[in-house]
């Protein structure tokens, strides 16, 4: 089992451009979740999918983050336009009863 | 879901067992108490649940007072590698499936010294 797969690892970008962020989640899994962690802010939910359907996304913290997931082995968190109060690591989990399972993360770094 | 009171930090002597206390006096009677956590640069990982009985994995055991206002987590013997940031959650489960969110706290960093 490979686990939850996040690409890119690492992502440095201008302000203003478009980021997209990617999630494969463990097969079998029916719930996805996206989470942001900073040294302020700790660890965030931002929005969590379950059988592909977004169930709470009150987390997003504005309308230049969306989030998709368009079957049920990949998904993305996409920010446009990038600002430097993104920069932060972003998690996705996934689950398929009582435990999520995080992947390694996604350093975002926005200059 | 219920809000968790944890120490901020703690130290513990490699290969002596490791006790991290959890507050959550206002839980409610269909809350669970889970505990995750999160070695450096890493993202968070499960250790163990539970709802009102104790409960003990290969990780870890979980003690959970009659009253259900607080609970111990213990690593029976703690490892240099135990050393992490330690969370308690309190959430509903909605039936079987997990559409429940979590909701992470400042957690407790444990540092597990030789």
């Known amino acids: 089992d490979a686990g939850v797969i996040q690409s890119p690892r690492h992502e440095v970008t201008e302000m203003g451009q478009e980021v997209t962020l990617r999630c494969k989640p463990i097969?079998?899994?029916?719930?996805l979740f996206w989470y942001r962690q900073t040294m302020m802010r700790g660890l965030e939910l931002l929005i969590y999918f379950n059988n592909n359907v977004p169930i709470d996304d009150s987390g997003m913290p504005e309308d230049r983050f969306s989030a998709k997931m368009p079957n049920a082995s990949f998904s993305t968190l996409k920010i446009q336009p990038s600002e430097p109060r993104d920069s932060a690591v972003y998690f996705c989990?996934?689950?398929?009863?009582?435990?999520?399972?995080f992947g390694p993360g996604t350093r975002l770094t926005v200059t | 879901d219920a809000k968790t009171t944890q120490p901020t930090s703690m130290d513990c002597a490699e290969g002596r067992a490791a006790n991290l206390p959890c507050n959550h006096s206002?839980?409610?009677?269909?809350?669970?108490v889970y505990w995750y956590r999160q070695i450096h640069s890493q993202g968070p990982q499960y250790i163990i649940h539970?709802?009102?009985n104790n409960e003990t994995n290969e990780m870890a055991s979980l003690i959970i007072t009659e009253d259900r206002k607080s609970s111990t987590l213990i690593l029976p013997h703690a490892t240099l590698r135990d050393t992490a940031v330690y969370y308690c959650?309190?959430?509903?489960?909605?039936?079987?499936?997990?559409?429940?969110?979590?909701?992470f706290g400042q957690g407790t960093t444990l540092q597990v010294k030789p």
């Open positions: 989990a996934s689950s398929k009863r009582y435990e999520q399972y």
């Open positions: 959650i309190v959430r509903v489960l909605h039936g079987s499936s997990n559409t429940g969110k979590l909701i």
């Open positions: 206002t839980i409610s009677g269909n809350e669970y």
């Open positions: 539970g709802l009102k």
């Open positions: 097969s079998g899994h029916n719930s």
